[in-house]
């Protein structure tokens, strides 16, 4: 069995270090996936915050609060993940100001204070996370005939990320 609380903390170091995630809104139609930079605060759990601006679509997509997804895969395509939870407006002056660095800035000409600025809030509440199986170790019991679907199964985890209230 994986150990489910080691690849759940792999998981958002990936994500606090890499941030760059697919974020995705299913619609009536279809679902709609966005390169999205995540932000998140502390070392591990949510919430999850994007900065947009009301002209994009996703933005207007956000009324209210909507399912939404993101994926994650790890700049060294260890650590792979998708996350389902919430996505709502919330545009908090304190979390914009912790949040706040150069290169959110460089999208907004008014800064802080620019009337397009959205923040966007992702309550994650599950995810199904993997660790790359591939490895010279798992290369060579593949080659000796040795099933290498057991030792992947400590790989794969899927867990609860509403641990309590986060914001």
Not at 6 to 29: H, P, Q, Y
Not at 71 to 80: I, Y
Not at 100 to 113: H, T
Not at 116 to 144: C, H, I, M, T, Y
Request: no cysteine; net charge negative.
């Amino acid at each position: 069995m994986a150990n489910d609380a080691e690849l759940e903390r792999d998981f958002w170091k990936a994500l606090k270090s890499d941030r760059t995630v697919m974020l995705g809104i299913s619609t009536e139609r279809d679902p709609h996936l966005w390169p999205m930079t995540a932000q998140i605060e502390g070392d591990e759990g949510g919430p999850v915050w994007f900065f947009t601006s009301d002209e994009t679509d996703l933005a207007n997509l956000v009324k209210g609060e909507r399912r939404a997804f993101f994926a994650l895969v790890s700049k060294g395509h260890e650590v792979f993940g998708t996350v389902h939870g919430s996505l709502v407006h919330d545009l908090d002056r304190e979390v914009v100001d912790r949040l706040w660095n150069p290169f959110v800035a460089a999208w907004y000409e008014d800064g802080k204070d620019d009337p397009k600025l959205r923040l966007l809030r992702f309550d994650p509440d599950e995810a199904q996370l993997w660790r790359n199986g591939s490895s010279l170790v798992a290369g060579v019991k593949a080659l000796l005939k040795i099933d290498p679907k057991r030792d992947y199964q400590k790989n794969v985890a899927e867990v609860r990320l509403d641990h309590g209230t986060r914001h």
